[in-house]
Nanobody, 123 residues
Framework: QVQLVESGGGLVQAGGSLRLSCRASGTIFSINTMGWYRQAPGKQRELVAAITIGGSINYADSVKGRFTISRDNDKNTVYLQMNSLKPEDTAVYYC?????????????????WGQGTQVTVSS
């Protein structure tokens, strides 16, 4: 099937930067959209940014101008460059990907999540 492994979270001071990475592996046939979501304590999970295989990008209003999403299709990897971080960006960040994978001689759709990586921004 498909696995998503995230890296790059951590603790940073307000105004600092972090770069998250998420690599997809497995019997992947295609990856359509790759995205980053976040969930702060007591809040619902929300979209941060997403990028399609064609390069269309969508950002949450709260991160526009500060975060940049990109992907390397050869490496099945999506990145999130986060600049000018604010304490309100503190959350667990999750990678998401959808597409199709091989199994048993057939193609199956998938929509998977990574395990999450903590981002903490101190004031």
């Amino acid at each position: 099937q498909v696995q998503l492994v995230e890296s790059g979270g951590g603790l940073v001071q307000a105004g600092g930067s972090l770069r998250l990475s998420c690599r997809a592996s497995g019997t992947i046939f295609s990856i359509n959209t790759m995205g980053w979501y976040r969930q702060a304590p007591g809040k619902q999970r929300e979209l941060v940014a997403a990028i399609t295989i064609g390069g269309s990008i969508n950002y949450a209003d709260s991160v526009k101008g500060r975060f940049t999403i990109s992907r390397d299709n050869d490496k099945n990897t999506v990145y999130l460059q986060m600049n000018s971080l604010k304490p309100e960006d503190t959350a667990v960040y999750y990678c998401n990907a959808d597409g199709r994978y091989y199994s048993g001689g057939q193609l199956w759709p998938y929509d998977y999540w990574g395990q999450g990586t903590q981002v903490t921004v101190s004031s």
